[in-house]
């Protein structure tokens, strides 16, 4: 399953009892040397702190250990593991990108790392094209997961003069709008309903310049980078340029997203800025795009009782007096909470605004 498979929205509704919920991430065939130790602090922990929920715990370990055991470590860069026995959930993913080893052991499962890798990986649409013809790549979970071709058959300028030279070069223009007229037509194809949002051409120019002027306005829209490059370099050398591409304008599209979220919240509109109004919005439902730096961490906590999260670290409920409260890693429930309530999460790095105003940040619906 890739990542713009994984159903995030669906879950974000599972939900356990307090330590039932395991989640862990890794890379590679240390993985279950990391889950021995990593369940054996959290164990010791618990069963210190919290006796009463050990056995939640110990079912769910159980589970995780038996997907560990059913799992081949040769073909994912990276691989999450889920068991939670009492929401009946036993799940593992393989990734496409490597993951940074983590285990949580809590009522619902840890998606960051998750939305995180759909965020930063988004699908898009590669096309490789010159006078020859063009490669078309689907990138997914920074590979290329499926490719297609058009021939071009293009014939190169020449010099001669009179005549010939203009039957010439208006036969060559039309052997140059027919083929830029195909990739045109497979990139609509393959962009229509659900397809990738975001097209890269790469190339020369004059074929790109072609390709680009074909295109319908919606297609248009979503180019986000047309350069040259080798187109005899290898695969792997082009969609890391891709990539690289992609991940240029996704920076350039958070700095975006923080400025309009600035500029709501500076004239007294639908912007929230900071923890605590962030989860106050998340919680009423009302935030349609949240933004997450890339190295936050935020303390928070939870009642167990009323299940009342807050931006704050708390022994004592504010809301039902409960002492059944939990600290909790307060990003990993803001995007649980985006993920719930069909909020786009937009996780970004270098967006020095938003890391000086607490590290989260929201444009609201309503």
Request: net charge negative; charged share 30%; hydrophobic share 40%.
């Amino acid at each position: 399953m890739s990542l713009a498979d994984l159903n995030l929205h669906e879950l974000a509704a599972l939900e356990g009892p307090p330590r039932s919920f395991l989640t862990f991430y890794f890379t590679g065939e240390g993985g279950a040397r990391e889950l021995k130790n990593r369940a054996a602090t959290a164990r010791g922990l618990i069963e210190h702190d919290e006796p009463d929920r050990l056995a939640d715990f110990d079912a769910a370990l159980e589970r995780l250990n038996a997907l560990m055991d059913g799992e081949s470590f040769e073909q994912g860069a990276g691989y999450c593991l889920m068991a939670c026995p009492a929401a009946k959930v036993e799940r593992g993913f393989k990734l496409t990108t490597p993951a940074e080893t983590s285990f949580r052991a809590a009522r619902s499962p840890n998606l960051r790392p998750l939305a995180e890798l759909q965020d930063e990986y988004e699908p898009f649409l590669l096309v490789a094209a010159d006078n020859d013809g063009a490669r078309i790549l689907q990138i997914a979970g920074a590979v290329a997961d499926a490719e297609e071709a058009v021939k071009g058959g293009v014939k190169n300028r020449v010099k001669k003069g009179g005549w010939s030279q203009q039957r010439y070069a208006r036969r060559r223009k039309g052997q140059l709008h027919r083929y830029a007229a195909e990739v045109a037509e497979r990139l609509a194809e393959l962009t229509k309903e659900h397809g990738p949002e975001r097209i890269v051409l790469l190339g020369s120019q004059e074929t790109r310049q072609q390709i680009e002027a074909e295109l319908p306005d919606r297609l248009k829209e979503r180019v986000i980078a047309a350069e040259g490059f080798d187109l005899h370099a290898a695969e792997e050398a082009l969609v890391e340029e891709g990539l690289r591409l992609f991940q240029q304008e996704e920076r350039r599209e958070e700095q975006a997203l923080w400025k309009r979220i600035q500029n709501e919240t500076l004239s007294g509109g639908l912007g929230a800025i900071g923890p605590e109004d962030v989860l106050t919005a998340l919680q009423t439902g009302r935030v349609d795009e949240l933004a997450v730096d890339h190295d936050v961490t935020i303390e928070g906590s939870r009642c167990d009782a009323c299940t009342t999260a807050f931006a704050q670290v708390h022994d004592r409920c504010p809301l039902c007096d409960s002492e059944d409260v939990t600290p909790i890693a307060l990003v990993e429930e803001l995007v649980r909470l985006a993920e719930q309530t069909d909020a786009d999460v937009e996780f970004a790095q270098g967006v020095q605004g938003l890391v000086e105003n607490g590290g989260v940040a929201a444009l609201l619906r309503w």
